[in-house]
């Protein structure tokens, strides 16, 4: 049972940012700073990717801890004692089935994912900009 009432968990939900989060906002400054340059919010691509080096052909998400499932085997049994279970365990199984529906459709068209946990960005931008350049020359490797 959740302990809001409809209105008040609409209005909740209403408030989380799909786009231009803190933790995206972060890597792409860095990525700027760095001369990257990337589009935001490609639509034009499955899954709609957070940053997209086409250059490279490199797609970037920076997933939230919560609701893409990170240590979801930790934290399923958690959820089924919390309230509205059945709703929350359903949404993030999803929201998983889906990110990985959308890496294999990226994938067969030759783009390489990279995902990013949000944690991982706020406590290590540096060694998450590490991954990307470090992909980035493994591209131009393989175009040489």
């Known amino acids: 049972m959740d302990n809001l009432t409809p209105q008040q968990r609409k209005k909740n939900m209403r408030h989380i940012k799909a786009k231009d989060t803190n933790i995206e906002i972060l890597l792409r400054r860095e990525l700027w ?55 929350w365990i359903s949404k993030i199984s999803r929201n998983i089935k889906h990110d ?8 067969c068209c030759g783009w390489t994912v990279i995902r990013f946990w949000g944690d991982n960005i706020k406590n290590d931008l540096a060694g998450c900009i590490k991954v990307i350049e470090e992909t980035i020359y493994d591209m131009k490797m393989l175009s040489d």
């Not at 919560?66 to 709703?87: C, I, M, Q, R, T």
């Not at 990985?100 to 994938?107: C, F, G, T």
């Open 33 to 87: 700073h760095r001369g990257y340059r990337y589009r935001k919010n490609y639509n034009e691509l499955a899954g709609k990717p957070d940053i997209v080096l086409t250059k490279y052909k490199i797609v970037i998400f920076c997933d939230g801890e919560f609701f893409h499932g990170k240590d979801w085997k930790v934290l399923k049994p958690k959820l089924e004692h919390s309230n509205n279970s059945e709703y």
């Open 100 to 107: 990985n529906d959308v890496n294999k459709a990226l994938l």
